[in-house]
């Protein structure tokens, strides 16, 4: 059927043959690269910031220990100077916590965040315990709370945004898995297109050339051989 096509059928078949699979690489790797770009922007616009927003405020809670301890062991206006800087410290958790509420969607994501909001809300309360009991000059309660319930409120605020980090840093990695895979399907595809689209250029080549050789009145050696 493709020897009775004219010379300039069978030249438009196969260019557009060759050209159809040059489109398919095109568009797939196009695809391909859309969905990788996809991912990275997932990981450096989402999860990444989430993490650090996390860390923001591990590092204002292990601040916080050192501001009540200031304020325990020094007098007059170093003693007030740590007790002005806590109000700034939960600012900084505060400002990244509605950060994170705006942006956490996923349901444990969610959950972990309720759960450093309670813990936090402990910790807040027995700091606002250890300050009434400082004005009061109730040392030996101080002693007493630092060494009991506030070491442990603050361990386990500091547990529950350790766990919202693990969580956002196993995101992170899954999504560089996926781009890492995705890249890999895309070179598989993208080769395989490649050398069938370079098969088929030299087939319909060798097609038509023989074609020609037929028409013009001989066919060459190799073609007789075959």
Known sequence: MFTNLKLGVRLGLGFAAVLAMLVAIAVIGIGRINALNQDLELI??????????????????????RLLRNAYIFSGPESQKAL??????????NDNLEKLDKTILLPKGKELLKAIRDARAAYVA???KFIELLKADKKADVVALMQGSLRKTQSAYIGAVN????FQVELMEKSGSEAAESAAAA?????MIGIVAAVLAVVIAWLIIRSVLKQIGGEPDYARAM
């Open 44 to 65: 450096i616009k989402d999860r990444f910031p989430k993490t650090a927003q996390a860390n923001e405020i591990i590092i204002a809670v292990n601040v916080m220990p």
């Open 187 to 191: 070179c598989r595809q993208l080769t």
């Open 126 to 128: 027995d700091q606002d």
């Open 163 to 166: 766990d919202l980090i693990k």
């Open 84 to 93: 002005d800087d806590i109000p700034v410290q939960r600012k900084i958790v």
